[in-house]
């Protein structure tokens, strides 16, 4: 069964960077597109970026230029570089993955969760 799992959370201060890793479980197949979501307290989940092998990344308002998507081809892992940290970035992250070999234009939800890494942003 595959699964997503995601780590690289942790605490840090305004201001700080974190970098967040997806790699997953069950499948030596590659990913060929991610979408990072994250869920604060009491709010729901909001997609915060997407990335898709065909070129297409998508990053949302509150995040652009802040936070930004690669992958290490040869660990078929996925990142989420974060800087600038703002206390509202504080949330669980989880990513979602679309595998595969072939290229694809966009990113597109799938059934392959993980449990999330926490990322806390706090003086």
């Known amino acids: 069964q595959v699964h997503m799992v995601e780590s690289g959370g942790g605490w840090v201060q305004p201001g700080g960077s974190l970098r967040l890793f997806c790699a997953a479980s069950?499948?030596?197949?590659?990913?060929?597109?991610v979408g990072w979501y994250r869920q604060a307290p009491g709010k729901q989940r909001e997609l915060v970026a997407t990335w898709a092998n065909g070129g297409s990344t998508w990053y949302a308002e509150s995040v652009w230029g802040r936070f930004s998507i690669s992958r290490d081809n040869a660990k078929n892992t996925m990142y989420l570089q974060m800087n600038s940290l703002k206390p509202d970035d504080t949330a669980v992250y989880y990513c979602?993955?679309?595998?595969?070999?072939?290229?694809?234009?966009?990113?597109?939800?799938?059934?392959?969760w993980g449990q999330g890494t926490q990322v806390t942003v706090s003086s």
């Open positions: 069950g499948s030596a197949i590659s990913i060929n597109a």
């Open positions: 979602n993955a679309n595998f595969g070999s072939h290229g694809r234009s966009w990113y597109e939800p799938s059934d392959y």
